[in-house]
């Protein structure tokens, strides 16, 4: 991990220990797949953390920091942030740090947990609208046409629009896409092929795509066991890394596909990213007049998950009635 959470002009010697395990905490997450811009929160929150410390000499010591410091840590953020989500958010973070304090026999115990958390601000979506959003799709389904067969090129294309349909039709965020694996796609003769979810706090769940996902996804998994047999490579997950040479792994992680959709951007002249994109498939499904009920449970989220942001934003924006499914 390259970037340091302060210039060591700023760093003092007292909260050393922190920035220590600050960026244990960074390269952790990165190691295991956290996306660049989660990283990229985080580094910013603990940031905001470190100003906190160097403002308060008493808690110095990681061991010092008690039930007070957290209290005083929480009226430091609200004195500078009006927005509450931001409070929560870098609250968050230092609950997930002290968590990893503990995995590291460094803490005895998270202190954060024992403060309340603040209810969370429904913020309005910001969704890619659906004229870019058809655009987007057209662009990447011209890529499939214009792939030779049997090359890397089409499998990758293949792949992208892939991802562009669990993104808008499925609404599946990266994390639940980078875990998939080929065998999570259901496909069936009498029925729309589905995408199956397997949190692993809660029992599986499956959500319904496009009848033409079917056939892209069957001519995709045949050139991929084809490429696969062909080059001695061996894997079970949907996705992949390559090159422009060769595939390089199998997996996708989240870090990578919102690299792909950054890509996307500049290619294709758009501003998209997987919330934005994922975002227009809630609009979408609202538009289509499918009850928020049926929506929590294609998300995976709790029946009293709350859409008023989403309603709201579907009302008072006409372009929202354009949104439709893309097959």
């Not at 209290?71 to 740090?97: A, D, G, P």
């Not at 422009?244 to 992680?253: D, P, Q, V, Y």
């Not at 890509?263 to 609202?286: D, M, Y």
Request: with cysteine; aromatic share 12%; charged share 20%.
């Amino acid at each position: 991990m390259q970037k340091e959470i302060l210039s060591p002009n700023q760093a003092t010697q007292g909260i050393q220990q922190y920035l220590h395990y600050q960026q244990e905490f960074l390269q952790h997450y990165l190691e295991n797949g956290k996306s660049a811009n989660s990283l990229k929160c985080y580094r910013l929150d603990f940031q905001c953390f470190n100003e906190f410390l160097l403002s308060s000499p008493g808690y110095f010591a990681i061991q010092s920091f008690n039930n007070e410091a957290v209290e005083s840590f929480r009226h430091f953020l609200e004195s500078r942030y009006q927005n509450i989500n931001s409070v929560r958010r870098k609250l968050q973070t230092l609950r997930l740090f002290f968590d990893f304090l503990v995995l590291k026999r460094v803490y005895p115990e998270n202190p954060i947990k024992k403060i309340a958390s603040a209810p969370k601000a429904l913020l309005p979506p910001h969704p890619l609208v659906f004229e870019q959003t058809m655009l987007l799709f057209h662009k990447l389904e011209e890529q499939v046409a214009a792939a030779e067969q049997s090359d890397l090129s089409l499998l990758c294309a293949q792949r992208n629009l892939i991802l562009f349909h669990l993104v808008y039709h499925g609404c599946l965020n990266v994390s639940q896409i980078s875990a998939l694996q080929l065998d999570d796609i259901l496909l069936s003769q009498q029925q729309a092929p589905r995408v199956l979810i397997a949190p692993k706090k809660r029992d599986p769940y499956s959500v319904m795509l496009p009848l033409a996902f079917q056939s892209l996804y069957q001519n995709y998994s045949q050139g991929l066991r084809r490429y696969q047999e062909k080059n001695n490579l061996k894997f079970t997950q949907l996705l992949f890394n390559a090159n422009a040479h060769k595939i390089l792994r199998g997996g996708l992680s989240a870090r990578g596909i919102e690299e792909i959709f950054r890509r996307w951007s500049e290619a294709f002249h758009l501003s998209v990213t997987p919330k934005a994109l994922r975002q227009s498939g809630i609009l979408n499904w609202i538009n289509q007049k499918i009850p928020t009920g049926q929506i929590s449970e294609r998300l995976g989220v709790a029946p009293s998950y709350n859409f008023a942001n989403y309603l709201k934003y579907y009302q008072d924006n006409a372009h929202c009635q354009q949104y439709q499914d893309l097959i």
